[in-house]
């Protein structure tokens, strides 16, 4: 640990951040039915302030971008004050926040779309295995609706109004969620784009719809304030793209050509594992990106602090260890235990297993 720069402060994109740990993003589905956050998420973000940087759960564009219910949006302007409070709270601790844009894509479900019957979109057809949490219980997942290229166009407006109204929110910046099969992961990867027209086939196809959710979102954001989350390996629901290092290599090449400032690289599988088939290094992603990257998966204490001292990353995004210990930073740099979270709380609803961790002082 001696000599580590990690606990220290840093400037990326004229942004002071504490320290170089993240809080990743972790969706808690504490939210209204109707996605409005509130002073419970306050409360949650400005505990975990102590980070350099924090990026929300993920923050759906539309109702039917919720993979889940109870899970936040930005897709009305009566959401902004809910997280005006959050931006405050976390400001007041002279923290910094981003906010996930997402959306779920095949993995929503009608029960959550705006009129409570659309079928989930989706670049193509897709039959996806398993059950989704709703209202009223774990459902199988739906036949999907494939998008057209007019739903196209209005998703990309859905996301530049949801990217102006975490603006008005008072966040620093925005990310958007192009990781774990999730809407525009399913644009990228091949397992689960087959379309025939300018958003499928090559790789600068499939590599448009996420352009062009850029492009938007740069007309209300400067660049250094855009961040996006690839999960390059991931196989989160059981797909990925079967050969990712040139499609990954020109999403980063897109990046730099826009100016985004900033690359959130989740590294393996989400949560499983950092090296599954199939293998590149994708930490080449990293050296080729412009700005400072953010590395997450899987991180210990030690690993952090190795990969600072290799330099293979700006930041470390922590994602569990912050759910019980708000005081996350702390605790790494004392070396102190971790308290771990019971998973069963994860999405539990209510302040129970999410606002009530001590910190070390007062535990
Ligand atoms: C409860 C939970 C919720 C998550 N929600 C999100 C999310 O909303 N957006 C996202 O990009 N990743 C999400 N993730 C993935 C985490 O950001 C992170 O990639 C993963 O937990 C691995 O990091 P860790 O080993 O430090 O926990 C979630 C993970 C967990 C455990």
Redesign the pocket.
């Known amino acids: 640990m001696a000599g580590t720069d990690l606990f220290d402060p840093v400037e990326f994109n004229g942004l002071k951040l504490k320290n170089r740990i993240a809080l ?5 589905a504490r939210a209204t039915a109707d996605g409005h956050a509130g002073e419970l998420q306050a409360t949650y973000y400005s505990q975990r302030a102590s980070a350099g940087l924090l990026i929300t ?2 923050t759906a564009v539309v109702p039917g971008g919720r993979g889940g219910p109870f899970l936040p949006g930005l897709w009305d302007d009566s959401q902004i004050a809910g997280w005006k409070q959050v931006t405050d709270a976390v400001r007041a601790k002279n923290g910094l926040i981003f906010s ?1 844009l ?1 959306h779920a894509g095949r993995l929503s479900h009608s029960s959550l779309s705006a009129d409570g019957k659309s079928a989930p979109v989706s670049p193509s057809a897709f039959e996806q295995p398993g059950k989704i949490f709703t209202e009223q219980g774990p459902q199988p997942f739906e036949a999907v609706h494939v998008m057209t290229t007019a739903e196209i166009a209005d998703m990309v407006e859905a996301y530049r109004q949801a990217a102006r109204r975490a603006k008005e929110a008072g966040y620093d910046g925005v990310e958007l ?1 192009a ?2 099969s999730y809407l525009i992961s399913s644009f990228l990867n091949d397992m689960t784009n087959q379309r025939d027209d300018a958003y499928g086939g090559p790789i600068e196809n499939r590599a448009r719809f996420l352009k062009e959710i850029l492009e938007a979102v740069l007309t209300v954001w400067d660049g250094t304030r855009v961040m996006v ?1 690839l999960a390059p390996l991931g196989h989160a629901y059981g797909t990925w793209d079967t050969n990712p290092e040139p499609l990954f290599t020109h999403v980063i090449d897109m990046m730099n050509g826009l100016g985004i400032g900033w690359l959130d690289l ?1 590294e393996g599988d ?2 499983v594992t950092r090296t599954p088939d199939p293998y590149f290094d994708v930490l080449k992603l990293r050296d080729r990106f412009n700005g400072p990257t953010i590395l ?4 210990t204490r030690d690993m952090a602090i190795d990969a600072r001292e290799k330099d293979t990353g700006d930041i470390i ?5 912050f ?1 019980g210990n708000p005081d996350l930073v702390e605790r790494l740099k004392k070396n102190a235990p971790l308290h771990e979270a019971d ?1 069963r709380a ?2 539990a609803g209510g302040p129970k297993g999410y606002i009530d961790f001590p910190t070390l002082e007062e535990a």
Do not use: K
């Open positions: 990743s993003p972790l969706t808690r759960e993920a996930q997402w969620h990781a774990h989350r989740v989400t949560g997450n998966n899987l991180y995004a922590f994602g569990r260890p759910i998973p994860y999405y």
